[in-house]
DNA sequence: TATTAATTGCACTGACTGGTGTAAAAAATG
DNA sequence: CATTTTTTACACCAGTCAGTGCAATTAATA
């Protein structure tokens, strides 16, 4: 009777959503929700349509277990991305640093076909897009803002409002990055143009926010 | 013998062509490309299904004549944007004018939907999601671009990179609001906040570029 | 090994949909 | 008004696909 959570239980039911989550997340990235086959997500999955069935009771139950699973996944990193010391090497190189790994994370190639996906489907999935924002892309915005506020308790920098200022900071470093790449699909920016931008970026911040230059 | 361009000739298939493109864009900004069906489209459009494949050959087609009107469209927009007058009121003044236009252009729901749209196919349809990006929104930040050189030329401001200078102006003026916005289909974003947010990016921006107080 | 639960194979249904063929109606044009 | 071109109405085809039913098979478990 007790099947949900811990207890071994029979293995099998557990192994296959793994396997068919993972099939499904890689197709429907590729093809869309409504451009996606089941039948072609069972094979690739290598398990049997009526398993498929059996597991989920519906392709958009699916779907919305991929994109769940997706939003876990996103959300852990963007938990615990940012979390490092604060203050021991020289502001610019560690704002420098953050630039970086901020840039490197958003723009990781799957990172932003979840958001092409979650996106083209907004006016499908109204609840899920709304959803993936809140628990990926705003959590990351709080976590720079939290690192912020740490350097400006360090007396580092002036905080007015550290929330736009987050926001400055993560735009500065890849908003025309991520423009652009969510149009192109392959990969079209050279690494170097995207780090230019960062370090750039983390320097224009610097210059808005930094207390030895600014008010 | 003469079809093409001028001459009046039976204005009927112009007419249908304009009916059933209002249509299937409004359809396909709805629906997605593999979610959407031509008998609804030719329905909405008043016209029968084989006006719609007399006129256009396949779905296919009738897809990139809509995204192919809808980036005419707003490469129009994006070029005289920001083609007024400069340095006739105060710098500031006049930077947060042009970034409220920014900002009201490219966040107009339907500039949206049309970003979601392509986003959404890109895997599908590289080329016109590559080429909307060159003709909508790269040219919108050689708009803004050309007008911050103008600037710069008067001596307002100073422009390191002009290039950097643009993307740095655009994304400060509505990077966060943009970005929120592609995943939330209502209009959540009180117009107010989107107005601060562009406000503060240009004084930011001014911050940052400008003579008086830069370097 | 015996029992139980999960998985498979596969045929099948019903709805949907892109695209075509055709003959008649409607609307331009001269 | 006569001619020509476009549009319509409508039936139709073929392929696709979500979802089901079931008997046989396989793999856990005790």
Redesign the pocket.
Known sequence: MRETASG??????A??RATIVTAATEHFLEHGYVG????RIADEA??????V???F????RLFRAVVESTTDIAEGFARDLHEGPVGVRPLEVELRELALNHATAVLNPRVVRVRRLLIGEAARFPDLAREYYRRAPALVMDAIRRRLERYAALGSIALPDAALASEHFAFLVLGATLDRALFESAATAPRAALEARAVAGAEAFLTLYGRSLGA
Chains 1, 2 share one sequence.
């Open positions: 071994a239980g029979d293995p099998r039911p192994r296959s996606s086959n089941v039948d290598g398990v049997s349509k009526r398993t069935y059996n597991l009771e519906t392709k958009e």
